[in-house]
C-alpha cells in the first residue's frame, strides 16, 4: 500500500479508507467492482488554501487508488474541494446537486462520474 494521505486536506482520510476498502474486497468482489464502474476517476481536490492534491481511482483494470494522476489517463476528472468531497462521500450532498451548483466539475466522461456515489457507498460498506 502506498501512502496516499496528503497533509492538508480532509480527504485524505477518505482516500485511504477507500484504499483499504480496496484491499478488503476479494478478486471476486473487485472483478464485480470493476465490471460495475469500468473506468478510471482522477479526483483533483483543491483546499481552502488553495492547494490541489490528486488521487486516483482505477476501476477499470486495477481496483486500486493511489495518488497522483492517472496511468493511463483518467476516463473522467472530477474537480471539486475538499469540503465537497467529504459532503459527497457523507450523503449530505448528491454529485447531481453538486454539479448543477457548480461545486463539482467534469472533465470526459460525465455519465461515469455519476458512479462515483456507488464507488464512495460500496467502500464505506467495507469498512
Known amino acids: ?16 479508507g477507500l ?31 488553495k492547494e490541489t492534491a490528486t488521487w486516483t481511482i482505477d476501476l477499470k483494470k486495477t481496483g486500486t487508488v493511489y495518488k497522483g494522476k492517472a496511468q493511463p489517463k ?4 472530477i474537480i471539486l474541494s475538499d469540503a465537497t468531497l467529504m459532503e459527497l462521500a457523507s450523503g449530505k450532498l448528491n454529485g447531481q446537486k453538486a454539479y448543477m451548483t457548480g461545486k463539482l466539475k467534469t472533465r470526459g466522461n ?18
Open 1 to 16: 500500500m502506498s501512502d496516499v494521505k496528503v497533509p492538508g486536506f480532509q480527504a485524505s482520510e477518505l482516500i485511504a
Open 19 to 49: 484504499q483499504t476498502a480496496f484491499g478488503k474486497y476479494s478478486d471476486t468482489e473487485k472483478q464485480a467492482e470493476i465490471k460495475k464502474n469500468n473506468g478510471i476517476f482522477e479526483l483533483q481536490v483543491t483546499n481552502d488554501k
Open 74 to 77: 483518467a476516463d473522467v476528472t
Open 110 to 127: 460525465m455519465m461515469l462520474a455519476t458512479k462515483l456515489d456507488g464507488v464512495l457507498k460500496g467502500a464505506k460498506a467495507k469498512l
